[in-house]
């Protein structure tokens, strides 16, 4: 590796004293440059893109812009400041000093933790390859390189843990992360939501809507954790999430801003399709998709792994700081169960029920930002609104797996699922409308395609009409 290691991998860890860490990142960079090219953004690795690069972690150096080829973008290895003193936050050993190096006894299950944590962010990658060639403007497509530069950089950053932490399984945990892939049917990626397609643009700012505010949440428990470098890394991670959550979100505001003023032209009656434009409707049912996919990522109901992380200090809730008692040995959690085809509550220890107290904590936030969506509609007059599903409805893990159940959260026979599924759900013609609009990609500066206005302002104070990104060759 040549003598600006330091330099071509912008970092706060001392890379450049440690040499066991720049061996092992020597041995896995190659590895991952060949993962980018073959399974990274297709089509545009000569392009340079107007992106944002952390250099450092300080309030001027953690978002430098400027034109950029992908492959050549400096993935840095940042941790959030270290904090004086700092105290396990949580848990059986609330107030002890927390670690700098992996408990042996923990060492297997932070590993899975950091592993887990680190599959999603290449999966994303793979799954959103293809957009590219079907954005609707040449602003969005630099958004999508910004997600995915960064998505990358947080594999760097659970790899850093790996190979710093974990010895030799680490290493051969951080080769692995390469070789899984998304939606493949021997290797998947880890989590269910890591393996659906994202083909069409809706999918895509839903899932930065819905799925990267579960990297929100996620990350803010971890960034509780009591392995300070895990806290410190997933702390700094959170700072670039809010970019991508902010896409997911203005992305669907400016589809609904447009189907809302195709609907007035073309008068409320008529069939936003026949205009080129995205119905209420098919809008409605990709986001019972990512979030019910992205409430599945929050585990089981009662989680016997969820109460020992927490007994242990290994994932905290998020925001830990804001509730009145941290070890919270006896409290209780009270939950409502599906039991014999019929709705119940009991109370379960609050530790098992952690990964439902987290999931509460992501549905208040998505609901937040459904109410602003909402405000557009209400802004255009219109009467329709759209609305969370219950909690109960599509969902893959946990108790409801197995049942069937409506938005509204009343149970359904599998017949009558079958039959009413695509009323709640993209269907294969809800799927084929959507790529018929976006068959062609917008590249020209300032122009947006007709399905999605233009947003308000452009990246880091530059005109909409900016060369975002540069496609000659
Ligand atoms: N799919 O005890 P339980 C992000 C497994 S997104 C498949 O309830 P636990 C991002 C589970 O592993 C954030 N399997 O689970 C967003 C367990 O398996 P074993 C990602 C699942 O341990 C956009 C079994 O079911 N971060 O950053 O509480 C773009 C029993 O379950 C699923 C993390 O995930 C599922 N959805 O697990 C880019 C943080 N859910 O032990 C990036 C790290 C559960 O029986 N991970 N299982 O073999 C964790 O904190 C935990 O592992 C989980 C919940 C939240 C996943």
Redesign the pocket.
């Known amino acids: 590796m040549d003598s600006n290691y330091q330099d071509r991998i912008p970092n706060n860890v001392g890379l450049g004293a440690n040499r066991a860490l720049q061996r092992a990142l020597e041995h896995w960079q190659p590895e991952f440059l060949n993962w980018w090219h073959g399974l990274g953004p297709s089509d545009f690795n000569a392009s340079s893109v107007y992106l944002r690069t952390a250099i450092s972690v300080d309030t001027k150096g953690w978002a430098t812009f400027d034109y950029v080829k992908m492959p050549d973008y400096r993935w840095g290895i940042f941790l959030a400041q270290e904090e004086n003193d700092r105290r396990v936050g949580f848990g059986d050993h609330f107030g002890q000093p927390v670690w700098q190096q992996v408990p042996g006894e923990h060492r297997s299950t932070l590993r ?2 950091i592993v ?2 680190g599959d ?2 290449p ?2 990658v793979e799954q959103q390859r293809l957009l590219g060639q079907r954005c609707p403007s040449m602003y969005d497509l630099r958004n999508l390189f910004q997600v995915n530069v960064e ?1 990358g950089r ?1 594999l760097w950053a659970m790899v850093y843990l790996l190979h710093s932490y974990f010895g030799r399984d680490g290493r051969d945990e951080a080769e692995e992360l390469l070789e899984r892939q998304s939606g493949n049917r021997d290797k998947p990626r ?4 890591f393996n659906e397609p994202i083909d069409n643009w809706l999918d895509f700012f839903m ?2 809507m819905f ?2 505010r ?2 929100k949440s ?2 803010m ?2 960034s509780e954790s009591s392995l300070d470098p895990l806290a410190r890394t997933t702390k700094f991670m959170l700072t670039e999430e809010a970019h ?1 959550m902010f896409v997911g979100e203005t992305g669907i505001a400016r589809i609904l801003e447009r189907t809302c003023q195709l609907m007035q032209e073309a008068g409320y009656s008529e069939d936003v399709r026949k205009i080129g434009g995205i119905d209420l409707p098919t809008i409605q049912k990709h986001l019972n998709q990512w979030f019910s996919l992205s409430l ?5 109901e009662v ?4 109460a020992s ?1 927490f007994a242990n200090g290994l ?1 905290g809730r998020a925001k830990e700081d804001t509730f009145d008692e941290h070890i919270v040995k006896d409290a209780c959690y009270h939950m409502e169960f599906f039991e014999d085809g019929r709705a119940t509550t009991k109370d379960v220890l609050m530790r098992n029920a952690m ?1 439902e107290v987290l999931r509460d904590w992501y549905v208040g936030d998505c609901q937040a930002g459904v109410i602003r969506w909402n405000r557009i509609l209400e802004q255009h007059g219109m009467s329709d609104r759209l609305r969370l599903p219950d909690r109960k409805f599509h969902r ?3 108790m409801y797996s197995g049942f069937h159940f409506d938005p509204n959260g009343v149970p359904l026979s599998a017949e009558e699922w079958d039959k009413r599924k695509h009323d709640w759900l993209p269907s294969q013609a809800d799927t084929e409308y959507l790529l018929s609009i976006m068959d062609k990609p917008v590249y020209e500066p300032g122009k947006f395609a007709n399905y999605i206005a233009p947003p308000r302002r452009g990246i880091n104070q530059q005109p909409i009409d900016f060369e975002y990104v540069r496609t000659e060759q």
Do not use: M, P, V, W
């Open positions: 899975r933790l887990t944590q999603t962010e999966a994303s998505e947080h880890i989590l269910e939501a899932f930065t799925t990267d579960d990297g996620q990350l428990s971890l991508h599945d990522l929050h585990g089981g989680s016997s792994n969820a992380y994932k990964n893959g893990i946990g």
